[in-house]
């Protein structure tokens, strides 16, 4: 079935550090969203981009929605110790009607 | 406000038991998700309802069974527990398809 290519696995950042992370597919999407999830709790939805080319932020977090369709990126600007956690990028295939999701990237954040 | 509630949160089988998680959302969404959890694999689904009704496989819907017993309730079933079904599995649901899934906080299953 088709797959998101989620990069980097992990990552381990000093407090005040900029991060970037990534979902790729052979394949375009509708929809790209950006999910974070907590130890010992489930996903929590963070950005929804839904046109190819859109800018999202939220916060310190900003997202976009590639122009090819087939990919997406996430950054988090000025880190610190509550971003911890792991980041899923999702996406909705056309004519699907619902998401598949990338393996995640794992943050940690050093003080 | 609840949102997704899953029970139990953690539990502990032996090889060829069965057991149900059970999954309840207080939003009114049509859809819901069974999702397993394991280290370096991402989000799989197991198995989906677009509606009350209607169940459909996913990605990995071998060894499960599930139930959309009404709108609110989405069960999935073990029916003969191995080691393999051990992870941590997520139901999630959602308004209508891809927007804006709301998770529960998962059950923690391991199978010895």
């Known amino acids: 079935g088709q797959q998101l290519n989620q990069s980097p696995q992990s990552m381990f950042i000093q407090e005040g550090e900029d991060v970037s992370m990534n979902c790729t597919s052979s394949?375009?999407?509708?929809?790209w969203l950006w999910y974070k999830q907590e130890p010992g709790e489930g996903p929590v939805l963070l950005i929804a981009l839904y046109k190819a080319g859109e800018l999202t932020s939220n916060g310190r977090l900003t997202a976009q929605f590639g122009i090819t369709r087939k990919d997406s990126f996430l950054n988090i600007s000025a880190s610190i110790p509550s971003d911890v956690g792991i980041y899923f990028c999702?996406?909705?295939?056309?004519?699907?009607?619902?998401?598949?999701f990338g393996t995640g990237t794992r943050l940690q954040v050093f003080p | 406000n609840a949102g997704v509630t899953q029970t139990p949160k953690f539990q502990v089988l032996k090889t060829g038991q069965s057991m149900t998680l059970q999954c309840a959302q207080d939003m009114n969404h049509n859809s819901m998700y069974w999702y397993r959890q394991d280290p370096g694999m991402g989000l799989r689904l197991i198995y989906y309802?677009?509606?009350?009704?209607?169940?459909d496989k996913g990605e990995v819907p071998n060894g499960y069974n599930v139930s959309r017993l009404n709108k609110r309730e989405f069960s999935l079933r073990l029916e003969s527990a191995a080691p393999s079904q051990t992870s941590v599995y997520f139901c999630?649901?959602?308004?209508?398809?891809?927007?804006?899934?709301?998770f529960g906080s998962g059950t923690r299953l391991t199978v010895v």
């Open positions: 999702a996406g909705q295939p056309p004519s699907v009607d619902k998401l598949i």
């Open positions: 999630a649901s959602s308004l209508s398809g891809p927007y804006g899934y709301t």
């Open positions: 394949s375009i999407f509708n929809t």
């Open positions: 309802s677009a509606s009350e009704g209607t169940t």
